[in-house]
């Protein structure tokens, strides 16, 4: 039985949700978010609460409800606190500037990588450290992913990109014959 599915999702007064079939929509100012729950699940709003049901015990329609209340809670989350996500950039050389909407990095290749931000997104770069901002949780961790794979931490010096939180296993190096 799903646990996370019971939790009903409480949100602020400036959200306004609606429900239109197995649809629900997320509205704050200028930011309009929807979630298709393709009518896997049961959906009710009462005053500031939104509430999800499973359509039956079988196994698949409780996955569905506990992961529409997860998808529709990050919705709320990101509408009223927002993500973030930071990577760090380490080497010698290596760095990283927003021009307008492209993020340019110069990670040791023998030329510059210009990635193009997403819609939505903000990036912004303070010495070695790209933060990554925006209201979509999904969004927001795919660009980071895709950031850092343009250059990985290699375990040996620790060079590349790497997450401000991930701790990466240095390995030694060779050793004189003896």
């Given at each position: 039985?799903?646990?996370?599915?019971?939790?009903?999702?409480?949100?602020?007064?400036?959200?306004?949700?609606?429900?239109?079939?197995?649809?629900?929509?997320?509205?704050?100012?200028?930011?309009?978010?929807?979630?298709?729950?393709?009518?896997?699940?049961?959906?009710?709003?009462?005053?500031?609460?939104?509430?999800?049901?499973?359509?039956?015990?079988?196994?698949?329609?409780?996955?569905?409800?506990?992961?529409?209340?997860?998808?529709?809670?990050?919705?709320?989350?990101?509408?009223?606190?927002?993500?973030?996500?930071?990577?760090?950039?380490?080497?010698?050389?290596?760095?990283?500037?927003?021009?307008?909407k492209v993020l340019n990095?110069?990670?040791?290749?023998?030329?510059?990588?210009?990635?193009?931000?997403?819609?939505?997104?903000?990036?912004?770069?303070?010495?070695?450290?790209?933060?990554?901002?925006?209201?979509?949780?999904?969004?927001?961790?795919?660009?980071?992913?895709?950031?850092?794979?343009?250059?990985?931490?290699?375990?040996?010096?620790?060079k590349g990109v790497k997450?401000?939180?991930?701790?990466?296993?240095?390995?030694?190096?060779?050793?004189?014959?003896?």
């Amino acid at each position: 039985m799903s646990r996370i599915g019971k939790k009903p999702v409480e949100f602020p007064a400036d959200i306004k949700v609606t429900v239109d079939g197995a649809i629900v929509t997320f509205v704050k100012g200028k930011s309009t978010r929807t979630l298709d729950t393709m009518g896997n699940v049961g959906i009710a709003v009462e005053g500031n609460v939104l509430t999800f049901s499973s359509n039956s015990d079988e196994r698949e329609d409780r996955a569905f409800w506990g992961t529409y209340r997860a998808l529709a809670a990050n919705i709320i989350t990101g509408l009223t606190k927002g993500f973030s996500k930071q990577l760090e950039i380490n080497g010698v050389g290596y760095r990283a500037a927003v021009k307008g909407k492209v993020l340019n990095l110069q990670l040791g290749h023998s030329h510059d990588i210009n990635y193009d931000i997403p819609a939505g997104l903000e990036i912004i770069v303070e010495k070695n450290v790209i933060t990554i901002k925006g209201n979509d949780n999904q969004v927001v961790g795919q660009t980071a992913a895709e950031i850092r794979s343009f250059r990985p931490p290699e375990p040996y010096k620790g060079k590349g990109v790497k997450y401000v939180e991930e701790h990466i296993v240095r390995k030694a190096g060779k050793t004189a014959k003896k």
